[in-house]
């Protein structure tokens, strides 16, 4: 089944303690990205990436990494994470040349 | 720069009625539409997009959109109502900033919450 799966699905933690989300695909995608969305503001774009090792910077990238070492997978790191990036996180996944976008099932976190 | 609004956060209707979920849309050049839903716990789907051609495009689900480019709208529609349609449902347009790099990032709504009631 072609499908774009996250885990954790839910996580709860700490101010400054470094976690990572990971995303990963079966569709052979050359893109990637991750979005946050929080009410009221629908879903912003965190980072893309274009192909393995090809990364950049969506509209609210502080306090975010990623990577891109494979061409199905696509991490997302908070290196110390802070309250106001509690939100509901998404990946996705496209192919170059198609405007459909393929979404995972949603990682919700919550940084107390 | 590329934006869409969707006016109403929720859109409340009874099953069996037509349902029209709003959005218009600020854009240069021509637009690259989409819809896509979001049922509870689960990610985006696309339902249906505009590219070019007839005004008035058919997606999944039963659901329609109809373009219009005098009021840069592109309104959701479906002419029947389910209590299974109840979902957020978003309106995105395609941007082609050079910044992007040609890859086809979208810019999303708020969202409208629609709510179908037995």
């Known amino acids: 089944e072609a499908q774009v799966t996250q885990n954790p699905r839910y996580l709860i933690t700490v101010t400054g303690k470094k976690l990572t989300v990971t995303c990963s695909q079966n569709?052979?995608?050359?893109?990637m990205s991750w979005y946050r969305q929080d009410p009221g503001l629908g879903l912003r774009q965190i980072y893309y990436?274009?192909?393995?090792?090809?990364?950049d910077k969506g509209d609210v990238p502080e306090g975010y990494k990623v990577s891109r070492k494979e061409k199905r997978n696509f991490p997302l790191i908070l290196e110390s994470p802070s309250p106001n990036q509690t939100s509901l996180y998404f990946c996705?996944?496209?192919?170059?040349?198609?405007?459909?976008?393929?979404f995972g099932p949603g990682t919700r976190l919550t940084v107390l | 720069a590329q934006s869409v609004a969707q006016p109403e956060d929720q859109v409340n209707v009874a099953e069996g009625n037509p349902l029209t979920v709003k959005c218009t849309y600020s854009?240069?050049?021509?637009?690259?539409l989409f819809w896509y839903v979001q049922y509870p716990n689960r990610g985006l789907q696309f339902l249906l997009k505009?590219?070019?051609?007839?005004?008035l495009v058919k997606g999944s689900y039963g659901f329609e959109a109809e373009f219009n480019k005098s009021q840069t709208s592109f309104h959701l529609k479906k002419p029947s109502a389910l209590v299974s349609d109840s979902a957020l449902y978003f309106c995105?347009?395609?941007?082609?900033?050079?910044?992007?790099?040609?890859?086809?990032?979208?810019?999303f709504g708020a969202g409208t919450r629609l709510a179908v009631h037995p």
């Open positions: 996705a996944s496209s192919s170059r040349g198609r405007d459909e976008q393929f």
């Open positions: 569709m052979n995608h050359e893109y």
């Open positions: 990436s274009m192909n393995v090792e090809v990364t």
């Open positions: 854009v240069s050049g021509n637009p690259y």
């Open positions: 505009y590219i070019t051609g007839d005004n």
């Open positions: 995105a347009v395609r941007d082609f900033s050079p910044v992007s790099g040609g890859y086809n990032k979208l810019i």
